[in-house]
């Protein structure tokens, strides 16, 4: 029988033996990849630790950049964890201090990095996950991270007035903090008077983490953002508060070059473009199609931007008596509004991809801007409440968001699947970080997420891929010698007389191929006004959008492929007027991977057309993959769990799908990976482990404790009465007496899944299987 991975030196089982890994002294080394069973206990709970607890536990290793550790603990009713991240002078670099049962930090460069887990409250087990860069499943996404980019001192909260009696209800400022803009119903952004973060946190009932003297803040910035976190924990827990989350800044994703160069439009010819002319030009709409640009506003003198199809631009940002923000001056949102719609046909400069959509400029940027702001012009663009207390006259039918940053607010994620409800069509960049996690808000699934491919349909070195990815479009590669790579659109220069002119510059990142979905998007509007998110969605999957690069169908490196404009109209144009959509399976995300050390992950299923759909079977051919209900209505739709075994697998990378069937004959795969790292028999354990002999009705017949020999158990029963059984094994870190429950190690013969009865009739030997830290489950067996 062979241990998979690592244990914490100083669990709660009372036949352990103890080494502290309390502190930076005494950091128990691990090696990447890894996967620890811990235990941890706060002061004052009942544990074998007595009253001082066992409140942290320290591990060292050597990480790469973006590689993270993932905590997951199996009851955040019952105990709050929380996880820092400390590089090797000490120095605090990351912390996620949620309340939801998981927290992620991730290392900002290679090094060697201790990892802390804390007991902020109560006791548990836990596994700790330290894995490549991959983002292991989206929701992990969620957790609050030091390290994020936001705006110290600044919430974004929601809350719920009619929860409680109005004599009951608790303000802003009985809780010590400012509303600073918004109204009960939306979100508001709540702000902590400086200097008085802990006065709030003492007011919302919150203690103050034990922090080592030896180790303190990398920057103020983060010592700031870890207080504005501790506010928003607590707020969390309050009854009226929906959802709180950081007011997280947005940067437009592209990147500048040196000096602007005239060249070629070489990304209509990549995209088909003027076989999509062909067809429309975008000018021939009943009804003017309106594509919203939420950036950095537009300068509106532009000689090739036409003024009549230029909406008033909304402002979000800044003062408007601050005269330094009298003038766009970053130029962002003029380059992605010339590439969807410049004048074309005129004799002047570029050609925009529509040459008759209307742009609604929305300024929330201002060179870099905040969550809250973004939201605002979201609301705005889409004809929603919102902080201006106006509306356009026309909403959007396109929201354009070359911009990211940041992490996974709930209120974002509300307000864009409104926006999603009322046909709006909302297109984001996926991120220029060249990582394999989509950026928000191009993860939320209510949102198109788009990637860019450089000049020869290859995916653009800075353009982030992974399972949330739908699409990809030019977006361009300027280059030391060949600017022209990079995509030409409108630009402005200030002359030597501090006047600003009219320019063109090639630009490079996911914000210029976002703009190119946009435009191409803008003139499948003015062929077909019925096009839907829900259709969009279908034909995207269909294929019917884009030119296949990787390999058939969906893969993480480019989606559905890079869009293709002439394909795209003339689908588009062929559904006007179809009326309902057929139904079809829709899954989110598209491919699953469990890394080096990943057992869960979260599946989605949905009907992406219109009528009844039924699920009629998930086959999983690999005997490593099982998946099972979570959260499913009668039709079989809603949310699943997919587990990864790779306890009886050689090392490796492995690959398999799960294909999905429903009643309307239309199959879906699932593309699914895991990796199995190269084993050390002397550190692969999972430390002390109890073996049981059941019978037929589980009852324990015969039990024994052993401890590891070089990654083996060996065990042994004597004078077994004839009969059938079972064999279980599994760790006790937690100290209840239990195996396989909560987050315990466990095995079984052959197989923990697919456990099976053998009959002892005679001495038996060879009922060899592995153990392995396993999703976490309820019941197990006790000892």
Excluded at 275 to 288: C, L, N, R, V
Excluded at 610 to 618: C, R, V, W
Aim: glycine share 10%.
């Amino acid at each position: 029988m062979q241990a998979l991975h690592h244990v914490d030196s100083d669990t709660n089982d009372p036949e352990s033996r103890i080494s502290s890994n309390n502190d930076l002294a005494s950091a128990q080394a691990v090696r990447m990849p890894a996967i620890i069973g811990g235990f941890v206990a706060s002061p004052l709970t009942d544990s074998r630790f007595g009253s001082a607890g066992d409140p942290d536990d320290v591990f060292v290793a050597e990480f790469e950049a973006g590689d993270q550790a993932l905590l997951e603990f199996p009851d955040p009713a019952r105990a709050d964890l929380d996880l820092y991240l400390i590089d090797e002078d000490g120095m605090l670099v990351d912390a996620s201090i949620g309340i939801d049962g998981f927290e992620r930090v991730v290392a900002p460069e290679a090094g060697l990095y201790y990892v802390r887990v804390s007991a902020y409250s109560g006791q548990s087990a836990y596994h700790l996950r330290l894995d490549s860069s991959q983002l292991l499943d989206p929701a992990h996404a969620a957790s609050l991270r030091v390290a994020d980019d936001f705006v110290p001192g600044e919430i974004i909260v929601r809350s719920a007035d009619e929860m409680r009696p109005f004599a009951q209800r608790k303000t802003p400022a009985d809780m010590g903090l400012k509303r600073a803009s918004g109204a009960p119903g939306r979100g508001q952004l709540w702000r902590i008077p400086e200097g008085h973060a802990e006065a709030v946190i003492s007011t919302l009932g919150l203690h103050t983490p034990s922090i080592s003297p030896a180790v303190a803040w990398r920057t103020p910035e983060h010592a700031a953002r870890h207080d504005t976190l501790r506010v928003i924990k607590a707020l969390r827990g309050q009854p009226d508060i929906v959802s709180a989350s950081p007011n997280y800044r947005m940067t437009p994703l592209r990147t500048t070059p040196n000096d602007p160069h005239w060249g070629d439009q070489w990304f209509h010819e990549a995209i088909n473009l003027p076989e999509a002319w062909d067809i429309t030009t975008g000018q021939e709409a009943d009804e003017e199609v309106v594509v919203a640009v939420i950036d950095t506003g537009v300068y509106r003198e532009h000689e090739d931007l036409d003024a009549d199809r230029l909406f008033p631009t909304k402002r979000f940002v800044c003062d408007p008596a601050d005269s330094t923000c009298d003038e766009e001056r970053s130029w962002h949102g003029t380059h992605v509004t010339g590439i969807i719609g410049a004048a074309t046909h005129n004799g002047l400069g570029v050609a925009g991809i529509s040459w008759g959509v209307d742009i609604l400029p929305v300024w929330t940027l201002n060179g870099t801007g905040t969550l809250n702001d973004t939201l605002q012009g979201i609301r705005y663009a889409a004809g929603l409440p919102n902080d201006s207390g106006t509306v356009p006259d026309k909403r959007a039918d396109i929201i354009n968001l070359s911009l990211g940053g940041g992490g996974y607010s709930a209120e974002a994620d509300e307000l864009l699947q409104e926006v999603r409800e009322l046909g709006i069509l909302v297109v984001a960049s996926s991120g220029n970080d060249g990582t394999s996690t989509v950026g928000y808000p191009a993860a939320y699934e209510s949102v198109l997420a788009a990637g860019a491919t450089d000049r020869n349909a290859e995916r653009a070195w800075y353009s982030n891929y992974g399972p949330r990815l739908d699409l990809v479009a030019p977006g361009g590669i300027v280059r030391v010698n060949r600017r022209e790579d990079g995509i030409l659109s409108t630009w402005v220069r200030e002359s030597t007389a501090g006047t600003l002119e009219s320019d063109y510059a090639f630009l490079q990142g996911t914000s210029m191929s976002t703009a190119v979905v946009s435009g191409v998007l803008a003139l499948g509007r003015a062929v077909n006004p019925g096009l839907s998110p829900g259709l969009l969605l279908e034909l995207l999957e269909s294929g019917a959008l884009t030119k296949d690069l990787g390999p058939t169908g969906w893969d993480p490196e480019t989606g559905w492929g890079e869009i293709d404009a002439h394909q795209a109209v003339q689908e588009i144009a062929a559904r006007a007027g179809s009326g309902e959509l057929a139904p079809r399976i829709s899954a989110s995300p598209q491919s699953l991977n469990f890394g080096f050390t990943g057992t869960g992950l979260d599946l989605r299923l949905r009907n992406g057309g219109d009528g009844t759909l039924q699920i009629e079977d998930i086959a999983t051919p690999a005997t490593w993959l099982t998946v099972e209900p979570h959260a499913v209505t009668d039709d079989g739709l809603g949310l699943y769990r997919a587990y990864g075994q790779r306890d009886a697998l050689s090392p490796g990378d492995y690959e398999s799908r799960l294909r999905i069937t429903a009643d309307n004959g239309d199959p879906r795969d699932i593309p699914v990976g895991i990796r199995v790292a190269e084993r050390d028999p002397q550190s692969d354990t999972v430390g002390r482990v109890y073996v049981l002999l059941l019978d037929r009705d589980d009852r324990v017949v015969a039990q024994t404790a052993l401890e590891p020999e070089f990654g083996t158990y060996r065990y042994r029963f004597e004078g077994v009465p004839a009969g059938d059984y079972r064999v279980v094994a599994g760790t006790n870190i937690a100290g209840d007496d239990r195996i396989c429950a909560g987050a315990e190690a466990c095995g079984a013969w052959p197989q923990y899944e697919a456990r099976e009865t053998f009959r002892v009739d005679r001495d038996r030997t060879g009922l060899d299987f592995g153990i392995a830290w396993r999703p976490f489950t309820d019941g197990g067996f006790a000892l």
